[in-house]
């Protein structure tokens, strides 16, 4: 019995997020949850796997639009009002907007997102069903000027990929149509908004369809009939999963996965700065960084005594880290078969995309942003491209942060 079906006998899940405010790329589940992390990402990519393979793995799939912003939406349990929000739904002290009078109150600072949450409240009543909240990202605004047309094209870029379709197409007519686009991925449940749980792949058959209305559904954007794996995919994806487990099965797990949250900053910083330069992470590149990090620290400080303590931190963190040169080594190779694996199903992940449109970057044809894989208990993890030219790294260097 080879270690991947081995692992699947035992693997163990972090409890589900309740309110959807950011995603995790597979193998940083690694870096920000330890060894439950670690799963959660082998668990996630096999049942992808297994699902683009035309098995029933309970895992679902979704295309992940780049749009902007994220807006909260829906019926309010408590008193049955139609709201918009954005993210701040979810502060502890929420901003809800029954009205432009709300909107313009609690975001008078955005005059951008007053634009867009004022056309959600104006027309996404439209489509909505009469219960539920719902949670969803902006393609375009027609009077934000969001749209272009050239003789043969409609275009749109709500941040960094640009969207493309034909004028005399299905999406182009609704395009044309249309007044806002926009894309619903996640519904809530609960009686109150402070007690909403998440549900990633949710019910959204509820919704209508209205020509002010360009909607995208998670459920109509993949087609897993058009994405199987070629066998040298399959091999490669394999491998660097039999990879991952023998590292997983022959290190010092408690020493791996048990880093200071200072540590898993660092790590995080340090892996974002090799996606962007399209490098390899080392131990020695991780100590170089988190020397040039303190170094700074030390440098924006004037008094002696200050340096020296700081001085001392950098010191005492860089011994540290040697001490822990071997755990550290095996979670950074854990990370990258991780991440090796999941690049190896993004081919067929391309192949399956069904959202219509042409994608660019920058000019270049590229492909979607990439794709959401729902676990059956209701896990989210983003599989996106993260190396030489692809979505995580040209995010990063225009300075976007993934969402």
Do not use: C
Not at 296 to 318: H, P, Q, S
């Amino acid at each position: 019995m080879g270690i991947m079906r081995a692992f699947t006998t035992f693997l163990v899940e972090e409890p589900t997020e309740e309110k959807l405010k950011h995603l995790e790329h597979p193998e940083d589940h690694l870096i920000k949850s330890g060894e439950p992390g670690f799963h959660h990402a082998f668990n996630t990519l096999k049942t992808t796997e297994q699902a683009l393979q035309g098995l029933d793995s309970g895992t679902k799939i979704m295309t992940k639009f780049d749009g902007a912003p994220s807006v909260v939406f829906g019926h309010n349990p408590e008193n049955n009002k139609f709201f918009v929000a954005s993210k701040s739904a979810w502060n502890k002290t929420p901003k809800i907007n029954y009205t432009l009078a709300d909107i313009k109150k609690h975001h008078a600072h955005a005059p951008g997102l007053v634009s867009k949450l004022s056309a959600a409240l104006k027309y996404l009543p439209k489509v909505s069903p009469k219960a539920g909240v719902f949670q969803g990202d902006f393609l375009y605004n027609k009077v934000d000027g969001d749209v272009r047309r050239t003789d043969n094209t409609f275009s749109f870029n709500p941040q960094l990929i640009e969207y493309q379709a034909p004028v005399n197409g299905k999406l182009g007519r609704q395009i044309a149509d249309a007044k806002i686009g926009f894309a619903v991925h996640t519904g809530y449940e609960g009686r109150s908004l402070a007690d909403m749980h998440a549900n990633y792949t949710p019910d959204l058959s509820g919704f209508q369809e209205h020509p002010d209305v360009h909607l995208h559904t998670w459920d109509k954007t993949f087609s897993a009939k058009k994405a199987a794996l070629t066998p040298e995919e399959h091999n490669k994806f394999k491998t660097e999963m039999n990879a991952a487990g023998e590292v997983f099965k022959n290190s010092d797990r408690a020493a791996v996965f048990h880093q200071t949250p200072e540590m898993q900053e660092h790590l995080s910083t340090y892996i974002n700065r090799m996606v962007r330069h399209n490098q390899q992470p080392t131990v020695a590149g991780l100590a170089a960084h988190v020397q040039e990090r303190h170094q700074k620290g030390i440098d924006a400080v004037k008094t002696e005594k200050t340096k020296l303590a700081k001085t001392e931190a950098m010191k005492a963190e860089l011994k540290n880290l040697k001490a822990q040169a071997e755990p550290l080594d095996a979670l950074l190779k854990m990370h990258d078969h991780i991440q090796q694996a999941k690049q190896a199903l993004m081919p067929a992940l391309h192949r399956g995309n069904s959202d219509g449109y042409k994608h660019f970057i920058q000019g270049n044809e590229s492909g979607p942003e990439g794709f959401v894989t729902v676990t059956a208990d209701n896990r989210p993890t983003k599989l996106v491209h993260r190396g030489e030219g692809g979505f995580a790294q040209l995010n990063l260097k225009k300075g976007g942060f993934g969402k």
